[in-house]
């Protein structure tokens, strides 16, 4: 079965500081993946999304940026964290090839102070 | 771009009424509509989803139901629990991304 992993749960960060948050998904090959934020009570932020190893698309222009260095691995990252990047980041992933249904990984609380 | 409007922000029903949650839609191509239950502090859970070919979709307790000429959808709760309590997502995929509302609170009050 298809399980999605996220590291760390948790993370409290000085604002300036790098920034990165992996994500990793098991018994599936080529998944479109997404990277969501959740400020605290809002609504889910569509971050990035790839269909494929290198092949990235940005939907909010920022300080944050992604990667996809393998099939089943997604990156986010950030130079210089700034207060209003807190929030709760989802990973996220579709079956390739025509499937709807979308997971979510368990997340990565991000404080930054 | 897609865009989804979902009513209401809040909702507080008594354990035993039933819950509606209504979303409109503004893309006609859209043909995917999955509703997402979360519980505090947790990810988003698929709780029942709906193809722009099907009109209704019943799962034990919740239904969802889906007007493709006035392009919304409502997801339908009945028999409230108290552990129905939580945020509601609805969402409507166009090309290849998912596009959510803003979310409902439901509160079930013993």
């Known amino acids: 079965s298809q399980t999605i992993h996220q590291w760390p749960a948790t993370l409290v960060q000085p604002v300036g500081s790098p920034l990165s948050l992996e994500c990793t998904v098991e018994?599936?090959?080529?998944?479109?993946l997404y990277w969501y934020r959740q400020a605290a009570g809002r609504g889910l932020q569509l971050l990035f999304y790839?269909?494929?190893?290198?092949?990235i698309s940005s939907e909010v222009p920022q300080n944050l940026s992604a990667s996809r260095p393998q099939d089943r691995q997604f990156i986010l990252s950030s130079k210089k964290l700034l207060l209003s990047d807190s929030g709760f980041y989802l990973c996220?992933?579709?079956?390739?090839?025509?499937?709807?249904?979308?997971?979510f990984g368990p997340g990565t609380r991000l404080t930054v102070l | 771009g897609e865009n989804v409007e979902q009513h209401p922000s809040t909702l507080s029903v008594q354990e035993g009424d039933s819950a509606v949650i209504k979303c409109t839609y503004s893309?006609?191509?859209?043909?995917?509509f999955p509703w997402y239950k979360q519980e505090l502090g947790k990810r988003p859970q698929l709780i029942i989803d709906?193809?722009?070919?099907?009109g209704e979709k019943k799962d034990q307790r919740i239904a969802v139901t889906l007007n493709k000429t006035a392009k919304h959808f409502s997801l339908h709760i009945t028999e409230t629990q108290p552990e129905d309590s939580a945020v509601y997502f609805c969402?409507?995929?166009?090309?290849?991304?998912?596009?959510f509302g803003k979310g409902t609170m439901l509160l079930v009050s013993p």
């Open positions: 790839s269909v494929g190893i290198g092949q």
């Open positions: 893309d006609s191509a859209s043909n995917y």
């Open positions: 018994g599936t090959s080529n998944p479109n």
């Open positions: 709906i193809r722009s070919n099907v």
């Open positions: 969402a409507a995929r166009g090309y290849s991304t998912l596009t």
């Open positions: 996220a992933w579709i079956v390739a090839g025509g499937g709807d249904t979308q997971y």
